[in-house]
């Protein structure tokens, strides 16, 4: 296999800027979900809800981190998980795979987090009329704030070749070609 690209995505989209560009998505998402319930159930919104979303509100990364995992569990043996922490105080799991990995499973297990969750929120509004608590719009706010980077990366490699390995480096991600 021969090196396509090497992108380094830590020069080039830093951490710090990967956390604001992702606070700001989750803002513009809580601007536009209240401003969406407001326009479709005009009306003060319910408390009764509160608890059960800020609870799904503390487990939705854990819950983030593990749908990853399981995308990626066809490499399970070249996954590395280390908790970080970031900020001094955050703490954070970080994944890595250590394999090679095509294309279409990288892209699989950088958005299947995002959609399992989106279904499952999409289900829960459904069946709970939990769709009127102001901390389930934050819960789903938020989601699509913390799946901003794996968008971002999506973005980048949807112009690569279908038959193309990525491989996770140091400082970003290298596009690997087949001879």
Known sequence: ?????????????????????????????????????NFFVPGDFSPEYNEISFIALLFIYPLHKVLYILASFKYRSSIRIQFVRRFYVLPCIQIKVLNIMPKKDYLFSLLFPFFAILLLLIFWMTMVPIWNSPVFL????????????????????????????IEEAKRGYSVLISD
């Open 1 to 37: 296999m021969r090196c396509l690209k090497s992108v380094n995505t830590v020069r080039r989209d830093t951490y710090h800027r990967m956390i604001l560009k992702g606070g700001l998505s989750w803002f513009f998402m809580l601007c536009l979900l209240f401003l969406v319930h």
């Open 138 to 165: 934050i819960l789903l706010a938020v989601h699509f704030g913390m799946s901003y980077p794996a968008f971002i990366l999506a973005n980048n490699l949807r112009n690569l070749p279908k038959s193309c390995y």
